[in-house]
């Protein structure tokens, strides 16, 4: 079965600051897929970045960076210099990439609330 | 080019009653999944819809069910509301092709936000 785990319920950052939220996962496929959304008060899931687990190197998005580490089971975003627009819900998800041509569900974390101060 | 669109984006139905919710996917994207999100908490899994037929369901009970025309679009239709029922459902659409290689298509609407009472 797969899983998703954030364990920052919410996390409060100065703007222009870094910063890095957690995310670590647990799947038995051999290849899958990592996503991060932002999700803001209007409710849109908004699709930051995505890494396949096979990819060599870290995916990077702008501002968004996405810190792979495959031992380690974890995928976490990191958000260089924060803007106050960036206050939003985070969640982390992970897909199956199956060999046949439908598309595996996405299962999500409980996510994580930014909140950017001026 | 129209990204995802769902319709209504806020719903009050009765315990009890019948609601559709209904998804157009993004252009030339042709599979549809849909998702319920309840309050403080990660979107779920419900269903996804392929070629009209339901190709994968998750863990909701048969009151959930759901249909694809042949342009793509899609309903969700709640039977026997319950209070429990109270969530924002999101729908998601991508290319069938190329999410078997995984990728980036998962692209989700604004919701439709439905209270029970």
């Known amino acids: 079965a797969q899983k998703i785990t954030q364990t920052q319920p919410g996390m409060f950052v100065q703007e222009k600051e870094a910063v890095t939220l957690d995310c670590t996962y647990d799947t038995s496929d051999p290849s899958y897929g990592l996503f991060w959304y932002k999700q803001p008060s209007s409710g849109e899931m908004i699709f930051l970045i995505y890494?396949?687990?096979?990819?060599?190197q870290n995916a990077t998005e702008g501002r968004y960076s996405l810190n792979f580490q495959k031992a380690r089971k974890s995928a976490n975003l990191v958000i260089s210099a924060s803007q106050l627009g960036d206050s939003a819900m985070y969640f982390c998800?992970?897909?199956?990439?199956?060999?046949?041509?439908?598309?595996?569900?996405?299962?999500f974390g409980s996510g994580t609330r930014l909140s950017i101060r001026p | 080019d129209a990204g995802v669109t769902q319709s209504p984006t806020h719903l009050i139905k009765t315990r009890g009653q019948q609601v559709t919710l209904r998804c157009s996917p993004k252009?030339?994207?042709?599979?549809v999944s849909w998702y319920q999100q309840a309050l403080g908490q990660g979107p779920q899994f419900i269903f996804q819809y392929y070629e009209e037929e339901e190709r994968q369901r998750g863990n909701f009970p048969d009151r959930f069910s759901g249909h694809q025309f042949p342009n793509y679009s899609s309903e969700l239709n709640v039977n026997a509301l319950l209070l429990g029922d109270s969530a924002l459902y999101l729908c998601?659409?991508?290319?069938?092709?190329?999410?078997?290689?995984?990728?980036?298509?998962?692209?989700f609407g604004q919701g439709t936000r439905l209270t029970v009472v």
């Open positions: 998601a659409s991508s290319l069938a092709g190329r999410q078997a290689r995984g990728g980036t298509e998962a692209f």
């Open positions: 890494q396949g687990s096979y990819d060599q």
């Open positions: 252009s030339g994207h042709d599979t």
């Open positions: 998800a992970m897909r199956a990439i199956p060999g046949y041509s439908s598309a595996s569900k996405i299962i």
